[in-house]
């Protein structure tokens, strides 16, 4: 997730059921009741909205396949200017990568997405006041942890690792065809090369570069060092009132049109050309059906096009299979423990954890500040892994805490359906964020794992992420030179600004949109509040 940063300070098998797993924690059943119509039914609709006016004035008809945020914005913008749309959305809700999970009480709790990034940039904020979006800005400070406590002053690793930012983003701008590194392979050796560090420095400012983990979802020994986007001025706005209202509001134009919006419906094969005769394939409760339209953008995320989750007939574009081959897919996980009393810090929006450094052989130990452990492998729990935990008590007022992990943690811990396994995996964390007087945990009520690197339709994943080797242009590039085509792309994965977020997702709806609108020779607008330009 290039320009964003997801906790704080800072992109066939043509038999392939939906799955309909929800990410965790419950879908959404009631909040859009349009079923599907049978395929029999379909098609006498969308050959009404084709016939009669032959030419220009015939309305169009575009296909958007995925109703997430990137979906919705493009069939909204099309919907705008005249232009008839289906939305086909395999899921039982819309909003795919945003789902908001929310209690009796009303209380929200975001499963996918939670925070707005970027705020000073992001038009969807403009969205807050309008809708009257209950929000909270989680700037304060967070807590550092080792497995010795509370944070000293080691930590001064933090500035190390801000300069390490500056020092590869100078050395790429430099030798932009110096070959990619892994970031923790590119730290050490920029650690080891610093005259000026101290012995602690060294050990723990790799250790803390693993902060970036909890932003792009994967390990530094797998991401970019090239493409690595380091941020810590940004604000991040926390969507206590949910993120659901943000596809709410998005997909509002087009509930209104009986048959725009298609739930349970799994698309299988779009057979695309430029002369206006597309068809998309679909399967539902009815069985398999098909759509002749104009045109057709597809928003499924980058991971389920990788696994070929949809056909393309013909094949893609050369140079867009290149850049979805080129840009890889990262699993942030979020695992959300309710406790009888809140015994952590009331005062803090997060807690950040850092695992301790290697053991140095014995002979070099001596005097060092490294793990108190003994131990010289690290040990098989949560105090392994770098990890940011989020304060709910602060947020949403429950007695709650987030613990956010990365990839490849995050497989293994979605994967665990042993609820007190998990717990247990946990509880090394939770005693060290214990604060006085609670000298034992309290009763742990519930435990809640995601479950996006199990759900097909989230494409076994969370979001993009640049990799070692990735050349996350290529795609974009790609997209670009395929702009007066009749099948268009959107998705978080479709932009380098803002790629892995929402408000970037956003935008490249309303740019696939765009495009179409240019092949159809409909004039843009000029846009709404949170358009881009
Ligand atoms: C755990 C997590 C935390 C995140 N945190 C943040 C955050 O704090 N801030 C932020 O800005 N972003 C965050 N993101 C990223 C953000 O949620 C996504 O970038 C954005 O929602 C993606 O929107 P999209 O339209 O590109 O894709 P999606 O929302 O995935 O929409 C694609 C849709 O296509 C559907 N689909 C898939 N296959 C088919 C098929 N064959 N037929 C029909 N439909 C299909 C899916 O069900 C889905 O609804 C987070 C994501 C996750 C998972």
């Known amino acids: ?305 990788h696994r070929k989750l949809l056909a393309f007939e013909p094949p893609l574009p050369a140079s867009i299979q290149t850049g979805l081959q080129q840009l890889s897919y990262a699993a942030l996980g979020k695992v959300f423990f309710e406790f009888a009393e809140v015994f952590w810090s009331k005062d803090n929006d997060q807690f950040m954890y850092y695992p301790s450094p290697p053991q140095p052989p014995e002979d070099e130990a001596y005097g060092s500040s490294y793990s108190s452990s003994n131990a010289s492998t690290p040990p098989d729990n949560i105090l392994a892994y770098a990890t940011v935990t989020i304060n709910l008590w602060i947020m949403t007022g429950s007695k709650s805490l987030c613990v956010q992990i990365a990839e490849p943690l995050t497989q293994r811990i979605e994967a665990m359906d042993d609820k007190k396994a998990v717990y247990s995996f946990f509880k090394p964390l939770f005693n060290l964020l214990r604060t006085e007087p609670h000298r034992a945990l309290p009763k742990l009520i519930g435990v809640e794992t995601t479950k996006w690197t199990l759900d097909p339709l989230a494409g076994h994943g969370t979001y993009s992420a640049d990799k070692v080797g990735d050349e996350p242009e290529l795609l974009v590039d790609a997209l670009e030179q395929h702009k007066r085509s009749r099948l268009q792309f959107a998705g978080e994965h479709c932009t380098i600004t803002a790629n892995g977020c929402v408000h970037g997702a956003f935008a490249t709806g309303e740019t696939a949109a765009k495009n179409l609108l240019k092949v159809f020779g409909v004039q843009y607008d000029g846009g709404d509040l949170v358009s881009l330009d």
């Open 1 to 305: 997730m290039a320009n964003s940063y997801h906790v704080a300070s800072r992109i066939c098998a043509k038999s392939k059921q939906p799955s309909n797993l929800g990410s965790g924690l419950g879908e959404r059943r009631d909040a859009l009741s349009l079923e599907g119509l049978t395929s029999s039914s379909e098609r006498p609709l969308i050959a009404e909205a084709k016939a009669g006016i032959p030419g220009p004035e015939r309305r169009q008809m575009v296909a958007v396949v995925g109703g997430g945020i990137s979906g919705l914005r493009a069939a909204a913008v099309l919907q705008r200017h005249g232009v008839d749309v289906v939305v086909l959305e395999a899921r039982n809700r819309l909003g795919g990568r945003i789902h908001t999970s929310r209690r009796a009480d009303g209380t929200a709790l975001d499963i996918g997405a939670a925070w707005m990034h970027e705020t000073s940039q992001n038009n969807l904020v403009k969205l807050i006041r309008k809708l009257g979006i209950e929000y909270y800005y989680d700037d304060g400070l967070a807590l550092y942890y080792t497995e010795q406590g509370r944070a000293g002053a080691q930590f001064k690793a933090k500035k190390i690792c801000d300069e390490f930012a500056d020092y590869m983003d100078w050395f790429y701008t430099k030798n932009p065809d110096a070959p990619d590194r892994a970031v923790s392979e590119f730290m050490e050796d920029f650690v080891s090369k610093h005259e000026l560090l101290t012995e602690d420095d060294r050990a723990w400012a790799p250790q803390v570069i693993k902060e970036v983990e909890l932003w792009i979802g994967t390990s530094v020994s797998q991401a970019s060092a090239k493409h690595l986007s380091y941020f810590v001025t940004e604000r991040n706005l926390y969507m206590k009132g949910g993120y659901d209202r943000i596809v709410d509001w998005t997909a509002a134009t087009l509930n209104e049109v009986p048959g725009a919006v298609r739930l349970n419906h799994f698309v299988e094969r779009v057979m695309w050309n430029n002369e206006g005769q597309n068809t998309v394939t679909f399967k539902n409760e009815h069985g398999h059906g098909s759509i002749d339209v104009d045109a057709v953008i597809v928003t499924i995320p980058l991971g389920a096009l």
